[in-house]
């Protein structure tokens, strides 16, 4: 195998790329500047390197705690809960929300082997701590992503918070990470509580 | 009796039909790979069609092909798989319907083995929604093995159900497809023996898609009772039947006279999954919900009535399936705001001559739309007049004589 296909082998890991796909992307880095290439690798290097999990919320993050965790502008009173860190900058970048975040790390799914101990759902209950007084769960609306919400609600449930969830208008079976921030913004103000 | 007096009167404009739009008819169909099929197109008359043919040529074929446009899965229940001509790899079914106003609308389907990919279209364009495109020929099967429906397991009946109402509710599909991915999902975490608190996570759901479904059953049967009843005394010749929605979810009790609310079945179908709760996770599997719904058929007068599946006659049996399709012709009719694409496959052979003829005057009555009839025998046609254009098919070619 040469030095070729073993990049080829590695693009066709990522999600969405085929084997047609890969290749076209290893002879395009073949073509640029040689340096260009370098540069991209070393993106990459020093992303895996650097990013890590925030110990407070899963987020992923160059510092721990993240940068939500330790901004003193943030409302800590609220903290609104996602399946993944991908959907921290869809929910952030609508501009409707400056609490906190927490990160599941998935939703239930017992067809692929995840109850509620393969998701961050103890660090979010030591969380509730008395500050706290809302949690958005901002899970997707499919049907995992409602049965997670359903979950957290009663697992939250009798701490004295107050559990809402985020309104309809997010498109039914959607990823939260590709709704726009107008539906995100809306979503958000229109939550409602469990 | 004959279909010629069923031409439009004088002076009525053409589209116009009693009211009803004159509507859809199907006006070529374009077949590739599909069953034994290899490369068909054949036009049809606004009228119909009388397709004649041996045993094991395509007559059913041709008309699983065309109502798979309808629904985008087969009528006999066939995996897309088996309906690829052996030794190819993909179909395709391409039908140009043209409509009242005489616009035309192509429905397509295919089906390729790799990767199981289904492939669906209007006018050239995939749509958002699979919903969007189900139902959109508007047509209707009367097969012999129809009494299944009714002599056969409850899931057939289910399946009857599910299929008429997702033609005919608009949101009716996607939660029947919400409520199994629950289910599935549901009785997983019952076999992995999951805590009470994870398998409640799931019944908020289950019981939010379970009530929507329960209700649009209960309300087209309530609907349909009378139209059954009336339709299974035509065909026999004055004897009664009755058809009944049985969900698994004892029905709310309160006032008999007012209608049930969904709050009402909310709250039986918790109840019901708390008290089974026991039994389930001993089981591993969910024991109640739409998913073990029945749909009861009796004949006889109210006093001394049987259950059709385990008592009926297969005549009676056979009469109540016809019964069932007219209702189901009927709901379409009403959504449509007009005539289906009736298609007949072989189901005269089945009843006997004068139940054959009440049928035939029955939808006459109902001043049909395009009729598409097969058989093996040019003289089962006698019955539906000789004004139908008439078609051979052998070993899957089709030829209009
Ligand atoms: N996937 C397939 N590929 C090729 N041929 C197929 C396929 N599936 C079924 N057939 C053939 O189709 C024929 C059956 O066709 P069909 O059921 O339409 O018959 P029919 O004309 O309705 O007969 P009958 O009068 O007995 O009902 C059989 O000969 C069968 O071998
Ligand atoms: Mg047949
Ligand atoms: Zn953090």
Redesign the pocket.
Known sequence: MSVIDDLASEFTRLPGIGRKTAYRLTHYLLKIPPEEACRLARAIEAMAERVRRCSICNNLSESDPCEFCTNPTRDRTVICVVEEASDIAAIDGSGGYRGLYHVLGGCLSPLDGIGPEELNVDSLLARLNGEVREVIIATNPSVEGEATATYLHRAIGSRGVQVTRLARGLPVGGDLEYADGVTIAQALSGRRGM | MKLGHLEPRGGLEKGRFFGYFYRVFLQRIQLRNF??FEDETVDFPERGAALI??????????L?AIYYLEIFRSFRGARDE?????GTDHFRVEGSLVEAGGAEVTVAAAYRREGRRKKVTLNGDEPQRFGEAIGRIGAIVFTASDVEIVAGGPAARRRFLDIILSLVEPDYLAVLQRYRRILTQRNESLREGASPSELAAWNHGLVDAGCSIIEARARWVAEQRAGFARYYEKISGGQQASIDYAPSIPKPTGDRAAPIDRHGWIEAFHGRLQRLAERERRRGVTLAGPHRDELKFRVGNSSDAVGLRSFGSAGQQRTAAVALRMVEAETLRAALGGEPIIML??VFAELDPPRSERVVELLAAEEWGQVLV?S?KPSEFALMGDSLAEYR?AA?TLRRV
């Not at chain 2, 094991?56 to 041709?62: H, R, V």
């Open positions: 069953r034994n043919g041996d045993n094991g040529q395509g007559k059913t074929n041709l699983e088996q309906l690829i001509r052996f496959d072989d097969t093996p098919i899957g």
